[in-house]
C-alpha cells in the first residue's frame, strides 16, 4: 500500500501543471484560429478570380491612350467595377495605377494617380441606393477628374489647349463610365441568366475590348503585335457568329479605339471593317470560308493602300490570328450564337421577335446620338479655331513689330497713337507685299513707310522673320484643324454606320425546310445553287436571293427558276430585268427574286475600248438589292487601259458589296472616297454614275459623282440629268447630291461615259447630239440602241482604232410586270 501512496502525491501536481500549460497553449491557438479566419475571409473577399481577372483588364485599360494623351478608360473602369462588383473591384485600383505608371511619368502621372485614388475614395461613400446611378456617377467622374487635373497644370503655363484636352478627356471618361458599368453587369450576370445579351451589351463588351488591344501598346515579337493579333481575332469570330454586318461593325470598332490610340484611325477603320465585311459575307461557308474571306480582305486592302512595308507583318499577324480562329471549338461558337440570341427555338422566335427589334433600334439610337454629338463637337471646335486664327495672329505679329522696332522710336508716338490707321495700314501693304514677292528689303517699303520711318532696315528684317514664324505657326494650325475634321467625319461615319442597322431589322431571314426543299429541287432541274436565301418583307411577302454558276446567257433564271419558286413558295417570283444582267469576266451569277412587283426592265449594254482594245478603262454593273431595288451602276477610271480598269472595276466592287451589305448609297460613296483617298490621294481616281429603281413604286434615283449626263427619255422627250460633284478620290469631303424620278412603262434611261460624247466633232452641243438622235429611236430595243450610240461615237471619232477614249452605254427600258401563272 505505501508504494500506491507515495506515487499518487506526485503524480498529481505533475498532472495539474501540465494541464494548465496547455489550456494556456489551446487558448491562445484558438485566440489565433479565431482571428485568422476573418482576415482570410476579407482578402478572400477582394482577391477571386474574377477580382484578379477584372484587374488584368484594369492594368491594360489604365494603359489605353487616345490621341497620344488621353486616358480616359481607366478612371471610367475603376468607378464600374467598385460600383458593380464592391470590394471586389478594389484590386482594379492599384491594377490601373500600375497600367498608368508604364505609359505616363512626371506630372501627368501624378494627376491621373491622384484622380483614380479620389474616385476610389469617393464612390466608395456614395450610397448604393442612390436614384440616377448613371447620370450622377459619371457626373462625378466629370467634375473630379476636370477639378484635379487642372490644378495641376496650373503649377506650370497651361495654354487653351491644354484645358481644352483635359475637358474632353473628362468628357470621354463620364461617357464611358456607364458603358463599362454594362459591360460588366452583362459578364457578370451571364452564367445565371438565361436571356441573351442585348445590344447594348455587346456594344459595351466590344467597346471594352476595344480599350484592352488599344492598351497592349507595343507588346509582341518582331514584326508581330499583340493588339494585330487580338484584334483580328475578334473580327474573325464576330464575322463567324453574326455575318457580314457584325463582321464590318466589329472591324470599324476595332480599328476605331486602337486606331485613335496610335493616330491611325482612317485606315485602320477602313480596312478592318472591309476585310471583316469579306469575312461575314463568307459565313455560310463555316470557318473556313471566314478566314479565307478575312484574309483576302487583308491582303487586298494591304496592296490596294500601297503599303508594301506592312504586309509581312500583317500576313503574320493574321496567319496567327486565322490559326487560333480555327483552333476554336464550334460548340463554343453555337454557344455563343445562343447566348447573343441568334440561334433560337422556332417556337419562340417570333413571339420575342418585335420586343428585341424595338430594344435594338432604342439602343442603337441611343449610341447613333453619341457619336454623332462627339462629331459636332469636334466640328465646333474646328470652326471656331478656324475662323478666329488668321485675325488674332495677324494683330498678335503686328504687336510683336511695334514691340521689337518702335518701342524705343522718338516717333512712336506719332506712329502709333495719333496715326495709327495710317501706320497700320503700311504695315498690311506691307505683309502682302511679302506674301507676294517672298521677300521684303528696305528700298521696296511702302512710300508712307519710308518717308516717316527711321528703321527700315531693322522693319524689313523684323517683318521678314516674324512673317517666316508665322507662316510656319499657321501651317501646323491648319494641320491641327485637318486632323480634328478628319476625326470628325470617322465619329460621323461611324454614327451612320451604327444608326443604318436598324434598318435590317426590316428583313428577316426566313429558316426551316423551304432552303433544303428549294436547293434539292433546282439540283434535279440541272441548277445547283451556292448560295440560297429565302427573305420575308414587311408588308411585301417574300425575296429570295440566290447565287450560282453562270449559265452564259441560257436564262434559265426565268425558264427554271422561277417556276420551281413560284410552285414551292405558292406565289409567283419575277426578276428584275427580261434578260441577262451577268458582266463579262464575272465567276458567278447574283440573282433576287421579287414578288408582285410592278415594273420590270429591259437592258443593253455596248462598250469598247480607246484606240479598238478589248481591255476598257469603263466597268459597269448590275446589283439586284433587297426591297425590290435594281441598282444601274457605271464607272470611268482615270485613263485608260488596265489601271483604269483596275481603278472603276474595284470601285464598282466595293459599291456592290457596300449596298449588297445595307449601306445607304450616300454613305457607300462617301466611304469608296475614302478608300480611294486614303490609298493614293490626287493620283488617281474614278467617276461613279448610278441610278437606283425600285421596282415597286417606280421611283428612280440618278447619283451622279463626276459623271457625264443621263438621258431620261419619256415619250419623244429627252431631259437631261446633270450633277456637278468631282470624282471619288480627288478630294477627302465629297458631296453626293441625288435627282429623283418617278418611272412610267416605256420610259428609256441612257447611260454613257465620257468618251462617247467626246468623240462628237461638230459645232453643236455633244449632249444636244445625243438628244436629238434619242427622240427618232424610242421604239428601238435597248441593245440595239446601244449599239447605235456606240457606232456613232465610233463614226465620230474616226473609226475603231481611232476612239480617243473608252467608250460604254448603258440603256434601260421600263415595262409594266406581266404576271404569270405556273
Known amino acids: 500500500m505505501g508504494d500506491p501512496l507515495f506515487d499518487n502525491p506526485e503524480i498529481y501536481p505533475y498532472h495539474r501543471t501540465e494541464g494548465k500549460k496547455k489550456r494556456r497553449r489551446w487558448t491562445f491557438i484558438n485566440k489565433a484560429k479565431t482571428y485568422i479566419p476573418g482576415v482570410k475571409e476579407k482578402v478572400s473577399g477582394v482577391i477571386t478570380p474574377e477580382a484578379v481577372a477584372l484587374a488584368g483588364v484594369g492594368f491594360f485599360l489604365g494603359r489605353a491612350v487616345l490621341l497620344g494623351e488621353l486616358s480616359p478608360f481607366g478612371t471610367a473602369l475603376v468607378v464600374a467595377a467598385i460600383r458593380v462588383c464592391g470590394s471586389r473591384g478594389y484590386l482594379v485600383v492599384p491594377a490601373v495605377v500600375l497600367g498608368l505608371v508604364t505609359v505616363s511619368r512626371g506630372m501627368p502621372l501624378v494627376a491621373a494617380v491622384t484622380t483614380v485614388f479620389c474616385l476610389w475614395f469617393l464612390i466608395r461613400a456614395i450610397p448604393a441606393d442612390i436614384k440616377r446611378p448613371w447620370l450622377v456617377l459619371p457626373l462625378v467622374v466629370l467634375a473630379l477628374t476636370v477639378v484635379i487635373k487642372t490644378s495641376f497644370i496650373t503649377f506650370n503655363t497651361p495654354s487653351s489647349y491644354d484645358y481644352f484636352s483635359i475637358l474632353f478627356e473628362a468628357v470621354l471618361a463620364a461617357m464611358l463610365t456607364p458603358v463599362m458599368m454594362h459591360g460588366i453587369e452583362a459578364v457578370k450576370r451571364r452564367p445565371d441568366c438565361l436571356h441573351p445579351l442585348s445590344g447594348e451589351e455587346i456594344f459595351c463588351i466590344l467597346l471594352i475590348f476595344g480599350g484592352i488591344i488599344a492598351g497592349t501598346g507595343e507588346i509582341g515579337y518582331g514584326v508581330v503585335s499583340l493588339k494585330g493579333i487580338l484584334s483580328k481575332l475578334t473580327i474573325l469570330l464576330v464575322a463567324v457568329i453574326g455575318g457580314a454586318g457584325a463582321g464590318a461593325a466589329a472591324g470599324a470598332i476595332m480599328g476605331t479605339i486602337p486606331g485613335l490610340a496610335y493616330v491611325t484611325g482612317p485606315v485602320m477603320v477602313g480596312a478592318y471593317a472591309f476585310a471583316g465585311l469579306l469575312g461575314g459575307v463568307c459565313k455560310n461557308f463555316g470557318k473556313i470560308g471566314v478566314a479565307t474571306g478575312f484574309l483576302l480582305g487583308n491582303i487586298i486592302l494591304t496592296i490596294y493602300i500601297n503599303n508594301y512595308g506592312n504586309m509581312m507583318a500583317i500576313l503574320l499577324e493574321t496567319g496567327i490570328a486565322t490559326l487560333l480562329f480555327m483552333l476554336v471549338p464550334m460548340f463554343f461558337i453555337v454557344d455563343f450564337r445562343s447566348t447573343l440570341g441568334l440561334e433560337k427555338d422556332q417556337s419562340d422566335k417570333y413571339s420575342a421577335e418585335a420586343y428585341y427589334k424595338e430594344i435594338f433600334r432604342e439602343r442603337i439610337t441611343g449610341w447613333t446620338k453619341v457619336f454623332n454629338e462627339l462629331s459636332r463637337t469636334f466640328e ?45 495700314q503700311g504695315l498690311i501693304d506691307l505683309l502682302t507685299q511679302l506674301e507676294l514677292f517672298g521677300v521684303v528689303t528696305p528700298d521696296g517699303l511702302p512710300e508712307e513707310i519710308k518717308r516717316r520711318c527711321t528703321r527700315t532696315k531693322e522693319l524689313a528684317i523684323t517683318v521678314s522673320c516674324l512673317y517666316e514664324t508665322y507662316n510656319v505657326n499657321r501651317y501646323w494650325s491648319h494641320r491641327l484643324l485637318e486632323s480634328r475634321q478628319i476625326v470628325s467625319e470617322q465619329l460621323k461615319g461611324i454614327s451612320e ?15 426551316g425546310d423551304l432552303e433544303p426543299g428549294l436547293r434539292k429541287k433546282l439540283k434535279e ?24 454558276q453562270l449559265c452564259g446567257g441560257g436564262m434559265c433564271c426565268k425558264d427554271i427558276i422561277m417556276p420551281v419558286l413560284a410552285k414551292a413558295l405558292e406565289q409567283p417570283l419575277y426578276a428584275a430585268a427580261s434578260i441577262c444582267t451577268a458582266r463579262v469576266g464575272d465567276v458567278s451569277c447574283h440573282l433576287r427574286f421579287y414578288p408582285e412587283l410592278n415594273y420590270r426592265l429591259t437592258l443593253g449594254v455596248a462598250g469598247i475600248g480607246k484606240n479598238g482594245s478589248i481591255v476598257s478603262g469603263d466597268s459597269y454593273s448590275f446589283i439586284h438589292l433587297k426591297g425590290g431595288r435594281f441598282v444601274m451602276a457605271l464607272s470611268d477610271g482615270m485613263g485608260s487601259g488596265p489601271r483604269a480598269a483596275m481603278e472603276s472595276g474595284t470601285t464598282l466592287s466595293l459599291l456592290r458589296y457596300l449596298l449588297e451589305s445595307g449601306f445607304g448609297q450616300d454613305l457607300a460613296i462617301k466611304t469608296i472616297n475614302s478608300v480611294l483617298v486614303l490609298r493614293s490621294p490626287g493620283e488617281s481616281f474614278a467617276t461613279v454614275d448610278m441610278a437606283v429603281i425600285n421596282l415597286y413604286d417606280g421611283q428612280v434615283d440618278f447619283v451622279k459623282i463626276g459623271a457625264v449626263a443621263t438621258f431620261f427619255v419619256r415619250g419623244g422627250q429627252v ?5 456637278s460633284s468631282l470624282p471619288v478620290g480627288i478630294v477627302d469631303d465629297i458631296e453626293v447630291s441625288t435627282v429623283s424620278r418617278v418611272l412610267e412603262p416605256g420610259d428609256l434611261l441612257v447611260m454613257v461615259t465620257d468618251g462617247v460624247l467626246d468623240s462628237y466633232k461638230g459645232e453643236d452641243d455633244r449632249e444636244e447630239w445625243l438628244a436629238g438622235i434619242l427622240s427618232d429611236v424610242t421604239d428601238m430595243r435597248p441593245q440595239e440602241v446601244a449599239e447605235l450610240f456606240l457606232k456613232l461615237a465610233q463614226t465620230g471619232a474616226g473609226g475603231v482604232g481611232r476612239a480617243p477614249d473608252d467608250m460604254t452605254v448603258l440603256v434601260a427600258r421600263v415595262g409594266k410586270q406581266r404576271y404569270l401563272k405556273y
Open 719 to 723: 431631259e437631261l440629268i446633270k450633277a
Open 380 to 424: 465646333q471646335v474646328s470652326s471656331t479655331a478656324g475662323q478666329s486664327w488668321e485675325e488674332q495672329n495677324l494683330q498678335k505679329m503686328l504687336n510683336l513689330v511695334s514691340e521689337k522696332v518702335c518701342s524705343n522710336c522718338t516717333f512712336y508716338s506719332t506712329c502709333w497713337e495719333k496715326e495709327f490707321y495710317k501706320t497700320y
Open 497 to 511: 454606320v451604327i444608326g443604318s442597322l436598324p434598318a435590317e431589322l426590316e428583313f428577316e431571314v426566313v429558316t
Open 525 to 548: 432541274e440541272g441548277v445547283p445553287v451556292d448560295n440560297l436565301l429565302i427573305y420575308r418583307l414587311n408588308g411585301k411577302g417574300i425575296e429570295v436571293s440566290i447565287t450560282k
